[in-house]
């Protein structure tokens, strides 16, 4: 017999700062949200939720949108149900490459039947537009799919030109922002993208099993144009929009638990509001930037910090430094988790990110003293404190300062002497 | 704008009381469970808990085998996922159908690339063997697939027969065990059963959002005999079963809260212990259908009671009762949700789970004392506690007495007067 009738013990793991690529740490008012007993999915009360789910995904993607709620699986299922719902078997897809997620819509695609097109960047880099220009003048297409950010590279691609391109060509664009959702602009309307589709472990705070997605009429009428059925009942996005209207066509058991997460953190973005929140994940990045240049360590992809992730610092591994026991040392003696990197890159960078309730100032100053002392393990030296005093400066510079907390730790008097 | 700038309110669904036939009640432990603090998914903490997952998965399918883990989706993402795993374009798949998720199976089977002989029951029935092998006698066969609760009948599948018949043709069995893992025995390596999909709603009391399954390693040699390439990447049984390996292959992020809610529903299956699991859902069912026999309602599907589900009770809705009616007013005035039907049994029968937390003496009590109510609101007599009574009798009858809170709920004593 393979099962060990050991003890099953509570469920009482280790606590974790997680500044990695995501998931981001749950927002606790997420958590709380989701300890809420269930209802059922035909419930008026339910379907009520799901309405404001809607609304709420329409705010987080800046759309008007008929269609705007979440699949039920992580980011990964989102891109997989866009593409397999949009894609008839032999359909031109041009997909662009820069980095590991664009490598996986590639995969995706080509599973689902398409004729991939693939047109590859340099990893850290953009995409050129007039690489995708010239793959779509290459022949009929009905889908572009790009990837808006790359977090294996910690690239920022710029939607818009591509967008127009697109509908140069009568070809649809679909833009993974499966980390960029609910941390940087994600403008689907004024950026003309057809297809959105976002996770939610990532600027959203809330646990991973979700993706959000929303698309426009356009991709509404290609999903009732196919000729074909679509290949997966599961991930149908005419099935899944059908339940997620006022049909209520029966698909899946609706995830009640992560549909409650997503409405809060959903919820929370829209009380923090999108300017301010915005600026939260760029001020903490730069913090992060500034401390981890003090430690003596490359950003990767600095180049062109223009096309940077706000949310998720790309370092080099600097000579001589054992990129996996640094990871190990900061787990074990500090609980901080940061990320390690893919394929090409694998060994060669750290990914920090600084997302949703991750971005605090606490986090990021505590990291960059831990990684000051795991590095000086090492054998790499920085000047003491000079990653922590070059972020505590950034933030300076931003207005931002740690909370006076001299008169509440201290003691509470012991009356007059 | 579509946005609807108005206040989005805390969470505060009203309380139900949940007997329709899925999701049931989370189990309150599994909900605190869900409120732990994430771990990154290559944490060693967080591959230990998958560890231990598997290893409940296997207690609970009553299994050793290598393969047993929690596809990260509802149970119809499991069903999906073994049919497209499984099936290749062109290969012949014999599919049960006595009611909706045979239906279901078809379905996906077709959308699948598969060719698909449906093997057509009377809905309220099981299948009869001897069609299945009648079938199997037509044509080599690639899969068997049947559905082992068939939760839109009541009905329950005996699947040793089936698994014999399926290995005699050289064919898989894949059973769709969504209602049934953690209601009744589900004895997957003593069944010869080759790939069970299982969900968390049901008899396990986790909410909606995985669906566990376990497959033994002739199915794992049909997973890596493929010519093509599967044509799901986020439902490919072979990356899943890489990913839940100590492999740890790269693939989707783990739905961390949903992998804890799962363990402790789980936890609690074991600390139960399978038999006194079995028999309480088997008590309350059985108390309920006393119950509900003596407000004068007829079970549908009496006829072959060695086959019903033992916590799902199918009613027919009697002469000049308005089925939907019934349903609101029980929801609206006690907070009571019970199913209703699909199909031909649309407006027909109820259907009332007593599932996982579900299943408590109270429930059932409550039930039946507002279903009498309701009833006699629609013009239909029954005498008057009977429903309550026969249920108590049947609790009594099987040793079972309401907790005597008789001090408990009295005051605490005003001393000696």
Known sequence: ????????GDLLPGARVLLGPGPSMADPRVLRAMATPLLGQFDP??????????DLTRFA?????LHAYPVPGTGRAGLEAAIVSLVEPGDRVVVGECGRFGL??????????????????????ILPTEAIAAALHGGPTKLVAVVHGETSTGVLQPLEPIARLAREHDALLMADCVVTLGGSEVAVDRWGVDVAVAGTQKCLSCPSGLAPVTYNARAAAALSRRRVKVRSNYLDLAQLGDYWSPARFNHHTAPTTMVYGLREAL????????????ARHRLHGDAMRAGVQKLGLELFGKEAPEHRLPFLTP????????????????VADFGIEIGAAFGPLQGKIWRIGTMGASATRQNVLSCLAALEHVLRGEGWRSAPG????????????????????????????????
Chains 1, 2 share one sequence.
Do not use: Q
């Open 315 to 330: 370092v080099v591994v600097p000579p001589g430094v054992d990129e996996l026991r640094v990871r190990r040392r900061l």
């Open 386 to 417: 000079a990653g922590v005093d070059a972020a505590v400066a950034s933030y300076r510079d931003a207005g931002v300062r740690g909370e006076d907390v001299t008169e509440s730790l201290g003691a509470s008097g012991i009356g007059r002497v």
């Open 45 to 54: 009360e339910f379907t009520l939720i799901m309405n404001e789910v809607m």
């Open 104 to 125: 996986l819509l590639i995969e995706i695609a080509e599973r689902c039947g398409a004729d991939v097109v693939p047109v590859r960047g340099e990893w850290g880099r």
């Open 267 to 278: 919820r929370a973005f829209h009380d923090e509001g999108r300017d301010a929140r915005f």
């Open 1 to 8: 017999m393979v099962v060990r009738m050991s003890h099953f």
């Open 61 to 65: 993607f800046e759309s008007e949108n």
